[in-house]
Nanobody, 119 residues
Framework: QVQLVESGGGLVQPGGSLRLSCATS????????MGWFRQAPGKEREFVAV???????YSADSVKARFTISRDNAKNTVYLQMNSLKPEDTAVYYC?????????????WGQGTQVTVSS
């Protein structure tokens, strides 16, 4: 029943932009914090950005000036706008959800979408 489906990944040149989407169903989206994580080959999964159920946002220093997280509660969808992409942004990007009453871990995860930044 619970589904998180990422889309929008692909191949982009350095300096380009990409907008990721995560469409969800099966849970009360508006009551959940929504986060983006990424994992590059040979590296640990890392936090990218989160938008709380309230709309407040926080992002990693490495992407703060370039990425913007947003959500549309009417569409049960969270977005990650990525600008000025760098090769080091290459990774599988995952969408995740955590209940606002359980801030210590994420309850649900998507399967990920590949982002490749290369010329």
């Amino acid at each position: 029943q619970v589904q998180l489906v990422e889309s929008g990944g692909g191949l982009v040149q350095p300096g380009g932009s990409l907008r990721l989407s995560c469409a969800t169903s099966g849970f009360t989206f508006s009551s959940y914090d929504m986060g983006w994580f990424r994992q590059a080959p040979g590296k640990e999964r890392e936090f990218v950005a989160v938008i709380r159920w309230s709309g407040s946002t926080y992002s990693a220093d490495s992407v703060k000036a370039r990425f913007t997280i947003s959500r549309d509660n009417a569409k049960n969808t969270v977005y990650l706008q990525m600008n000025s992409l760098k090769p080091e942004d290459t990774a599988v990007y995952y969408c995740a959800a955590r209940a606002r009453t359980n801030p210590t871990h994420y309850n649900y995860w998507g399967q990920g979408t590949q982002v490749t930044v290369s010329s």
